[in-house]
């Protein structure tokens, strides 16, 4: 244990990355953090495992060893794991058509969509065509006749535009009609990811975890937003008719007011709730050999490849940005959002958190916080941590 500032910083650090923890202890003296975790493991082995300050501003309660926090859209990876294990198990081909394993989804123009296309957010299905309540999102049967009927806003494969929310609906959906026992995809991560693994987080938080585990977030200014989104992207966040604003229709359902979060439901696109050292774990067998969860060679290398571009190009139509690149469910390492090296593939989350698996170095990494940043690409916290890593580590 180690008192910087007055700021409690817990867990360890192998020989040789020290500096990373020094990286964390000086997001508390310089760069507002509040309460986070680091994880980092390399060619297998846990090499970084820190965790500290407060996980509830209000109270003051410390961050503990299990505490866990909502990671938002770095849901997004752990969700695609689940596809990959689909795909490990021979269950789903990434080139196939989407309707030939769920046949209602071929109506209004989405007959040729392919499942590499869908996870990639080419599909033009970034935003619902009614306003979906947290009752229509509870019942996936209801859910899936409403998913199967939207129309595309443009042609399939032509343009990027990033599904913030809708994308874990149809990733649900998609999970549910090949697994042979049509799990939820929250159900089926908790079976065969979460278990095995023994990993601290969850995409459907049960009753059972006590809300003394969980950390409050602490949201941003509007100064603070304003300042890091800057004022372009701020004001159309704020326009309801704006892409970027539908597609984030349905993004505070995993919040709740008397238990931290929602209990028993699930938001597979920005939901999931856990500890950085869950989120590490996973993304180091997708970045060693994938032995424990028993993937496949071939579905690692189609993992690691790079990214199919869409007809026009990488300009995604919600975020009004080019060059953010997306594969099979997850974010690229790309020129724009560099993270791990070349081949790396993970998923950020807004307010800083993120995850990735890094093949080429072995590493599975993961950050996460309460204290909400506003940076588009790349949190100050999260860069100082990883610059820190690849400093000892070379991409």
Not at 16 to 38: I, T
Not at 142 to 153: D, H, T, W
Not at 231 to 248: E, K, Q
Request: proline fraction near 5%; include cysteine.
């Amino acid at each position: 244990m180690k008192h910087h500032n007055a700021v409690r910083i817990e867990g360890h650090v192998s020989a040789g990355f020290e500096s990373v923890r020094e990286a964390f202890a000086e997001n508390f003296s310089f760069r507002h953090e509040l309460g986070g975790a680091c994880c980092v493991y390399h060619r297998g082995e846990k090499v970084v495992d820190l965790w500290g300050g407060v996980r509830n501003k209000t109270s003051g309660e410390p961050w503990e060893e299990d505490t866990m926090v909502l990671v938002y859209s770095t849901t997004k990876g752990l969700a695609a794991m689940t596809l990959a294990l689909a795909h490990s198990r021979g269950w789903l081909d990434y080139e196939e058509r989407v309707c030939t394993y769920w046949p209602e989804f071929a109506q209004n123009e989405k007959e040729n969509i392919t499942v590499r296309q869908l996870l990639s957010h080419q599909a033009g299905l970034f935003a619902f065509d009614e306003q979906g309540d947290r009752n229509l999102v509870a019942d996936h049967d209801r859910l899936a006749v409403v998913l199967a009927r939207q129309k595309p806003a443009w042609e399939p494969g032509t343009r990027q535009a990033y599904h913030a929310i809708t994308l874990g609906y149809y990733e649900n959906e998609l999970l549910r009609r090949i697994d042979p026992q049509h799990r939820s995809l929250g159900q089926f991560f908790h079976d065969e990811l979460a278990a095995p693994l023994g990993l601290d987080f969850y995409i459907r938080l049960p009753e059972s975890i006590p809300d003394s585990r969980l950390a409050s977030l602490a949201r941003p200014s509007m100064l603070a937003m304003l300042r890091g989104f800057g004022i372009g992207f701020f004001l159309t966040a704020f326009n309801r008719r704006s892409n970027i604003s539908r597609a984030l229709v349905g993004s505070m359902f995993p919040h709740d007011e008397q238990h931290v979060y929602a209990r028993n439901f699930e938001t597979p696109s920005g939901g999931g709730v856990g500890t950085a050292r869950a989120i590490a774990r996973a993304y180091s067998v997708f970045a060693t050999d994938g032995r424990e969860l028993q993937l496949r060679p071939e579905t690692l290398r189609l993992l690691s490849a790079p990214a199919v571009p869409p007809t026009r190009g990488f300009y995604d139509e919600c975020m009004m940005g080019d060059g953010v690149q997306f594969s099979l469910g997850f974010m690229k390492h790309c020129p724009v959002w560099s993270f791990g090296s070349e081949g790396s593939f993970g998923q950020p989350g807004t307010g800083g958190s993120l995850g990735f698996a890094d093949p080429k170095t072995g590493i599975g990494y993961a950050y996460v916080t309460n204290q909400m940043g506003t940076a588009l690409t790349g949190d100050p916290r999260d860069l100082a941590l990883r610059n820190a890593l690849y400093s000892i580590i070379p991409g």
